[in-house]
């Protein structure tokens, strides 16, 4: 198995990609950094054209883009996933999702302009510099640009939740859609001091009696299995019971 920690320190971002490493090389990798899938094959003479072209570019991000090259000819499940009609074939994956691609052997202006749209700039990097450092100051100044960027809004209502602030961290997370982190930080804002100290059972069949008819209740039930997770085997068991009181 491929160390993902190590790809980005080989000098290069450069790798050869299986149909056996595609999913640890390329669907996870793309989590954090943006992947290029190359399609090719020893015989395609335009794919002697591009390859050294994509290889350049994408090299000289130093490691904020990753050139993955796929011979479809070894590796036909790959090619499958991509429905590949004809190569060169090139595809942009982030977060495990096709963002951006194109066919044929295009010139370095358009390679150029196609990597540019994946690499961080500068202020990606700043920003993601104040969220890893959870740098209040920082943060707050960069909201001011960027209202609606999950990372910082979900970041500062955190620190506020930590400090007992839960009335400005709701409002900051009603700027952005609805995900598993911010469901989360949103049911710790919502609890607020009121979260249980007895490991949950007892709170959650407290609740139980009044989910129907109160809707503080009811928050209050969803929320702590929020923070309980799907991990907990209780979770599921305590939906069911939430869903007949319901219905």
């Not at 700039?121 to 920082?138: F, H, N, Y």
Request: net charge negative; aromatic share 4%; with cysteine.
């Amino acid at each position: 198995m491929t160390d993902l920690g190590a790809l980005g320190n080989q000098g290069g971002a450069v790798i050869d990609v299986t149909d056996a490493t595609f999913e640890q090389d390329v669907m996870l990798r793309s989590q954090t950094t943006p992947v290029v899938v190359d399609l090719w094959a020893p015989w395609c003479g335009p794919c002697k054209t591009l390859g050294p072209i994509l290889e350049e570019v994408i090299s000289a991000t130093g490691g904020k883009v990753v050139l993955a090259k796929v011979n479809v000819d070894e590796n036909p499940a790959i090619a499958g996933a991509f429905q590949v009609q004809s190569i060169p074939a090139v595809y942009a994956v982030s977060d495990a999702k096709v963002v951006d691609g194109f066919m044929g052997a295009v010139g370095r202006a358009e390679v150029q302009a196609f990597v540019d749209r994946l690499a961080p700039s500068a202020e990606d990097d700043m920003i993601s510099a104040l969220v890893a450092a959870r740098d209040e100051l920082g943060l707050r100044a960069a909201l001011e640009t960027h209202p609606g960027d999950e990372a910082i809004v979900v970041t500062l209502a955190e620190i506020l939740v930590e400090r007992g602030e839960t009335e400005e961290a709701l409002a900051l997370l009603e700027r952005v859609p609805e995900t598993d982190r911010v469901r989360h930080v949103k049911a710790e804002a919502r609890l607020g001091t009121v979260r249980p100290e007895d490991d949950y059972d007892e709170r959650l069949t407290a609740l139980l009696d009044r989910v129907k008819g109160d809707d503080e209740a009811r928050q209050m039930f969803v929320d702590i299995l929020e923070l309980m997770g799907p991990d907990d085997p209780r979770t599921a068991a305590y939906r069911k019971q939430l869903t007949a009181r319901l219905f």
